[in-house]
């Protein structure tokens, strides 16, 4: 049981480039969230998706695409990256029991935009 | 829209002492609270969570939190802190379909 992993762990890019940062699960969770943390900012949401074949967007999803690509798997795109999106990207996924309302994350990918 | 709020960006305490981080959040209705914590170069950790019932909620690692709705805080507590105990800790609001986090409190614990 790996829990939640996410590929790559690192990634420079150069601005106007595309990427895809990919996560999978392996609880059977049906919702999972891509957030940003940024130094004094705490985690902020970007995109989430509650079940396979719904996203939603977050607080900061400018600049961001996802894909729900089956249950296991919700990737985040970025299609021209841009500096002020360096930062530390994190997936996370939540069971759906009633008594269940945290959420797991991955163990994140740090992207550097020059 | 929910809220919390981490008044100390940083703690120290020395090895042995007791520890709090606070947190203080803004809901409408029934909080749901949570603490996280975060090792360098790692992910979230949960730690423990408040939906209803006792207001001292027990968690992993010897942490403790008290749920305190006539002053809208849950402060993360614990008796005796470990070197091992220095990360970075968050505090989160449950929201409808995910999380509201806190912009974290750096826990320094000395030797």
């Known amino acids: 049981n790996a829990g939640v992993t996410q590929t790559p762990k690192f990634q420079v890019l150069k601005t106007g480039q595309s990427m895809t940062l990919q996560c999978a699960q392996d609880?059977?969770?049906?919702?999972m969230y891509w957030y940003r943390q940024d130094p004094g900012m705490g985690l902020r949401l970007i995109y989430y998706?509650?079940?396979?074949?719904?996203?939603d967007k977050g607080e900061v999803p400018n600049g961001y695409n996802v894909s729900r690509l089956n249950k296991r798997e919700f990737s985040l795109r970025l299609e021209s990256a841009a500096p002020s999106q360096t930062s530390v990207y994190f997936c996370a996924s939540k069971g759906e029991a009633r008594s269940s309302y945290e959420q797991y994350f991955g163990p994140g990918t740090r992207l550097t935009v020059t | 829209a929910q809220s919390v709020a981490q008044p100390e960006d940083q703690v120290n305490v020395a090895e042995g002492n007791p520890l709090t981080v606070k947190c203080t959040y803004s809901?409408?209705?029934?909080?749901?609270l949570f603490w996280y914590v975060q090792y360098p170069n790692r992910g979230l950790q949960f730690l423990l969570k408040y939906i209803t019932g006792d207001n001292l909620v027990k968690g992993s690692y010897g942490f403790e939190a008290e749920f305190n709705k006539s002053q809208t805080s849950f402060h993360l507590k614990k008796p005796s802190a470990l070197v091992s105990d220095s990360a970075l800790y968050f505090c989160a609001v449950r929201e409808i379909g995910t999380l509201t986090f806190g912009k974290g409190t750096m826990l320094l614990v000395s030797p």
């Open positions: 998706s509650a079940s396979e074949g719904t996203t």
């Open positions: 809901v409408s209705g029934n909080p749901y």
């Open positions: 609880m059977n969770h049906n919702s």
